[in-house]
């Protein structure tokens, strides 16, 4: 089973490829960044599982949200359309959408660059969804979109 310090490595060795000195961890674990100025990306390690939590904050909907939204929202859930395998979530009270998605510890520290592949992907995604809700709450005037529609690198 992976440990607390194994991740610790990875991040090491993940923050050598990157040049990105903020993906460091907290005491909890917990590594919070905000890539291009664009998104917050999160990374948690969850030692019971040897998994690390991969989320990302994608957009803010507004309370009068249609039912469209959360249709394709769910649906995206259900049947992994346009989700790589992740999933949404909703905060509740701030109305974020959240994706997640799940890292297995032990493979992806068998090759770094293919996990910094992966975290651009994500952002990519990240950024196709936000696009997406845009089109789908056209009208709605106080939707809150966390990144603009732009190109989304991991490397500096």
């Given at each position: 089973m992976k440990t607390r310090e194994d991740y610790d490595r990875f991040l090491e060795e993940?923050?050598?490829t990157t040049g990105i000195e903020a993906l460091t961890p907290e005491d909890s674990g917990l590594v919070s960044v905000r890539v291009q100025d664009e998104f917050n990306l999160n990374?948690?390690?969850i030692e019971a599982t040897g998994?690390?939590?991969c989320f990302v904050e994608v957009a803010e909907l507004p309370k009068d949200a249609g039912r469209d939204v959360y249709r394709e929202l769910l649906a995206a859930g259900l049947f992994g359309k346009e989700t790589a395998?992740?999933?949404f979530a909703l905060e509740p009270d701030t109305e974020i959408v959240i994706y997640n998605y799940f890292f297995d510890l032990e493979t992806v520290e068998l090759d770094v660059d293919e996990f910094v592949s992966s975290m651009e992907k994500i952002l990519q995604l990240c950024e196709f969804w936000t696009g997406r809700l845009k089109e789908l709450l056209v009208g709605v005037e106080d939707f809150g979109a966390i990144a603009p529609?732009?190109?989304i690198r991991f490397h500096p």
């Open positions: 993940v923050r050598k990374l948690q390690f998994k690390i939590l395998g992740g999933y529609d732009t190109h």
